[in-house]
């Protein structure tokens, strides 16, 4: 309970206080030099001891240095001052509720009158003593004593009257009589002050300009000044609309006053209340005008909306600051919206709601052209902003319902053309309620986005948006208007053709990509796919729409920039139309792959063309996908999958032809090596080498003659290829073969490979020959394993596992500097 002076007052105190420790310290020296003399006149006569001062005693180290003190001494006073305050109340209080009914009237009267006056005018005569905290406590009781006075009058001379009705007039009454109190005792102090002026001396004056008045009467006087009103019309028990208006003049009352207030606690508690009334009033405002069942209910509550606006806007005028008129002028404009489009819903059908509030959304952008302030403005466009967003979110549902309710047709494919689109797409979703205006509010918010991209600068992101809401728009509007199916169909065809349009407009506008470009591909291509899927009701319709697509993003391919959106596209909805072409003519899996192959060779030719690395990229990943997807169709027949896998490797080996793609030869190598293993295992071959070793031979002698032509030549391009050829099917052969001749033959064969390898230091020989005699090794060795293993006790092989890893533990360092010495010796290699 501290009582501060205000910041001016404060500053002037300090200041004199400052002069006063320098007249202090001035007086200070002049005593400690005469002292200094004093000393120095005494000791004269028994010798010079030096003209020095003498230097300031220290305490000795018997003497205890003082204990910093736990607490400051204005904490002690205010817990002091406000114990004493609660005390004196609580007392007041037991003797008013309990002890009143031993005296009579006059003696109540007096007791109750004598403390509380008494009680009152202390302040002012400890004001003067300078003792404004204990002031500020004396009155905080003083206000309390009131309180009783006024609970005391209702229980003696009021008893007939209502509660609620007394209650208002006594807050009213209890609020004018604080006020005044609160004035009156600031005036006596001023008063005080003039009749000090003749007083001498700097520092009495300066104490009498910053004598410091009381600030706990007004600001509780404000905040009982918002419960009269209140009281009374709950006294009279008025409806919902009059409560409502009754919270809304006590908000604009106390916007008022915190407007006008000089003081800070006045003005903090004005706001506080203005906010609490405020914002409670506009709640029930807006919630009236939403449970309106008529025109004149809902127009009744857009009046109070109308009037929380208008009070928020004054407000937004008035306020300095503009983070918080920005605010005001943003409720100002929701509460305007909210009564606007109450009455509109209230007057229209209920699918007429959300445009409604749109159309009252986007009048408020009229604020834009008014003479409002920067900030009242800036907040009437976020509101209107926030409305618009509201109205998005509702569209939503049928968006996202638009887009994900046609993939449900993959689990019935071909079940016969529905009766109309909405049908189609909307199979086993259910339709959003008040759907039908959903395309009317996407088109005016796209509206409103693309008039506000016209005119700012940094414009893509709200073109953008704008591009979004007016696709979303055309993508719903067959549904709503329940099209036929096929209208539909052409309807979802003519928004993919529109959205490729916009990309070509938007990259001329730009002169090349641009973010607005990027969109309107993206959208194009997810409109391409809904398509396709809504298609799939009908086996006609799908091969048609997918050969259209396919079409329609190749013929876009060859406008610059399009390359590495568009030629991906047409290869995937070419690829889809190779399935749907194959199951319409009744084929199998495993022979539909073979026409899904035409696109992985289709686009090996486009790739081909020096049309520039993005498309390239793009074109080989799209080819490479339909080359895996034909090759898991037929993965379940071994025949068909060995020839695939070589059609494969041949559309490898013409890639790998360009100069630029050399490294795919090693794919067209082991697709095609596959292949023949793939063969074999079809064939049931029991002997590989009759048929790897023709051409294991002639292959390595190829890669010598290339080493020798080129000594700079990988060992694995020499002879990985043909040791593999023989190699790996022989292992696998060797695995299932019990006999001991095709190991020992295939160990020996490792082996020379091996020591081959390790002698000429080359790569390839020395690990793939290692390679397959450790395997050949194990698969000899695993019998006699499997015996040891079995024989030995249960606890011997984790034993033995925690030896060597105690071994590996113990020369860790020496393993790993042997590895390091390995792996440079082994990089030597060829």
């Known amino acids: 309970m501290t009582n501060l002076p205000p910041p001016t007052e404060e500053l002037r105190l300090l200041d004199t206080e400052l002069w006063h420790l320098d007249a202090r310290r001035a007086v200070l020296l002049r005593r400690r030099a005469w002292l200094i003399h004093t000393l120095q006149a005494a000791s004269a006569p028994r010798g010079d001891r030096g003209a020095g001062s003498v230097p300031p005693s220290r305490p000795g180290r018997g003497v205890a240095s003082a204990r910093r003190p736990e607490t400051s001494a204005p904490g002690v006073q205010n817990v002091l001052l406000i114990l004493g305050g609660v005390l004196l109340t609580v007392a007041a209080v037991a003797f008013t509720l309990v002890g009143w009914g031993h005296m009579g009237i006059v003696g109540r009267s007096l007791v109750l009158g004598a403390v509380t006056v008494g009680t009152l005018g202390a302040p002012v005569a400890l004001l003067r003593r300078g003792l404004a905290s204990t002031a500020e406590a004396t009155a905080g009781l003083g206000l309390a004593l009131t309180v009783l006075d006024a609970y005391a009058l209702h229980e003696v001379v009021f008893t007939g009257t209502g509660a609620l009705t007394y209650t208002a007039a006594a807050s009213a009454l209890l609020a004018a009589l604080w006020t005044a109190y609160g004035l009156g005792v600031g005036a006596a102090g001023r008063a005080d002050d003039r009749t000090d002026e003749g007083d001498e001396g700097e520092e009495r004056a300066v104490r009498k300009a910053a004598r410091p008045v009381l600030r706990l009467p007004l600001p509780a006087a404000t905040a009982t000044a918002h419960l009269p009103l209140l009281l009374w019309a709950l006294a009279l028990g008025a409806g919902p609309h009059t409560f409502t208006a009754v919270l809304l ?79 005001a002028a943003l409720a100002a404009g929701l509460c305007a919206v909210a009564g606007a489009g109450g009455v509109v819903r209230a007057s229209l059908p209920g699918v007429w709601t959300v445009p409604g509030y749109v159309a009252c959304g986007v009048a408020l952008l009229a604020a834009v052209r008014t003479p409002l302030p920067q900030s009242s403005r800036r907040g009437l466009v976020l509101a209107s902003s926030a409305v618009q967003g509201l109205a998005v979110l509702c569209a939503v549902p049928l968006v996202a319902g638009t887009l994900l309710g046609p993939v449900t047709g993959l689990e019935r494919p071909w079940s016969g053309a529905p009766r109309d689109f909405r049908a189609a797409v909307f199979r086993d979703v259910p339709w959003p309620p008040d759907a039908a205006t959903v395309p009317l509010v996407l088109g005016v918010v796209a509206g409103v986005l693309a008039v506000a991209a016209r005119r700012r600068q940094d414009r893509w992101p709200t073109a953008v948006g704008a591009m979004l809401l007016g696709w979303a728009a055309l993508l719903v509007l067959p549904g709503v208007l329940a099209l036929p199916y096929g209208a539909g169909l052409v309807a979802q065809g003519a928004v993919a053709v529109a959205a490729l349009g916009c990309a070509e407009r938007a990259r001329r506008a730009a002169g090349g990509t641009s973010p607005l470009m990027l969109t309107a591909m993206v959208l194009a291509l997810v409109t391409s796919v809904v398509l396709a899927l809504v298609s799939l009701a009908s086996e006609p319709v799908t091969i048609g729409v997918l050969g259209a697509t396919t079409l329609v993003f190749g013929a876009v391919t060859v406008r610059p920039g399009f390359g590495p959106f568009a030629a991906p596209a047409a290869l995937v909805h070419a690829t889809a139309l190779a399935c749907a072409i194959g199951a319409a003519a009744g084929w199998q899996a495993q022979h539909t792959a073979l026409l899904v192959l035409v696109v992985p060779a289709v686009a090996a030719l486009v790739a081909a063309r020096p049309a520039g690395s993005s498309t390239t990229a793009s074109v080989e990943g799209a080819g490479a996908a339909a080359g895996l997807l034909a090759l898991a169709l ?33 794919v067209a190598a082991g697709l095609l090596l596959l292949a023949t293993w793939v063969r074999w295992a079809a064939w049931d071959v029991t002997t590989p080498e009759a048929y790897t070793l023709p051409v294991t031979v002639p292959a390595l002698v190829v890669g010598f003659l290339r080493r020798r032509r080129d000594p700079g030549l990988s060992s694995w391009p020499a002879y990985g290829a043909g040791l593999a050829v023989t190699a790996v099917p022989s292992l696998l052969v060797t695995w299932g073969d019990p006999h001991w001749l095709r190991p020992l033959l295939l160990g020996t064969a490792a082996l020379a490979v091996t020591l081959a390898g390790a002698r000429n230091r080359l790569q390839a020989p020395l690990v793939l020959g290692g390679t397959v005699l450790a395997l050949v090794t194990l698969h000899e060795l695993a019998p006699y394993a499997a015996q040891v293993v079995g024989a030995l006790p249960r606890w011997a092989p984790p034993a033995l596992a925690g030896l060597v890893l105690l071994a590996l533990g113990a020369t860790y360092e020496q393993r790993l500097r042997d590895a390091r010495r390995v792996r440079e010796v082994f990089g030597r290699l060829d």
């Not at 060995?642 to 032809?657: E, N, R």
Request: hydrophobic share 55%; net charge positive; with cysteine.
């Open 634 to 666: 037929a993965a379940t027949d071994p025949p068909m999958l060995a020839l695939v896998l070589s059609l494969c490797g041949l559309v490898a080996a013409g890639t790998a032809l360009r100069p630029d793609r050399r490294p795919a030869a090693h």
């Open 249 to 327: 003049v006590t908000a604009a009352a106390g916007a008022a006053l915190a407007l006008r207030a000089t003081e800070v606690p006045v003005r903090t508690v004005a706001v506080v209340g203005s906010l609490g009334t405020g914002t409670v009033g506009a709640l029930s405002a807006g919630w009236l005008s939403w449970s309106a069942s008529g025109p004149g209910t809902a127009v009744r509550a857009a009046a109070l909306l109308f009037l929380t606006a208008a009070i928020a806007l004054v407000a937004a005028r008035r306020v300095p600051k503009p983070d918080v008129a920005v605010g």
